[in-house]
């Protein structure tokens, strides 16, 4: 994972980071969204200072998911974290 400000997601060809993975790297769970509503929340929160990473949909984790089964590469979930300051990552 990086933390840029703004992350497509995992590499395609590793599995996505689990929920225990992402909350210890620091990232909260936003929602699920498609476009063109995940650029215009990830443009947003950039703005506002947060880094974001978008991941794909685990079909076998929820309840319904009928319609994102249709279309799984249409769907992300997003994740944000706090960016750190830049002076913050200067060595002292």
């Given at each position: 994972?990086t933390?840029?400000?703004h992350?497509g997601?995992?590499d395609?060809w590793?599995p996505?980071?689990?929920e225990?993975?992402l909350s210890?790297?620091g990232w ?6 498609d ?9 947003t929160?950039d ?5 974001v ?6 079909l076998?984790d ?5 319609c994102i089964?249709?279309n ?6 997003l994740y944000t974290?706090?960016r750190?300051?830049?002076?913050d990552l200067?060595?002292?």
């Amino acid at each position: 994972m990086t933390s840029s400000s703004h992350s497509g997601g995992p590499d395609p060809w590793e599995p996505p980071p689990t929920e225990a993975e992402l909350s210890a790297g620091g990232w909260k769970r936003g929602c699920i969204a498609d476009e063109p509503r995940i650029s215009e929340l990830v443009e947003t929160y950039d703005e506002i200072g947060f880094d974001v990473l978008l991941v794909p949909v685990p079909l076998d984790d929820m309840e319904c998911t009928e319609c994102i089964a249709q279309n799984p590469d249409r769907f992300r979930i997003l994740y944000t974290r706090k960016r750190e300051a830049e002076e913050d990552l200067e060595p002292a």
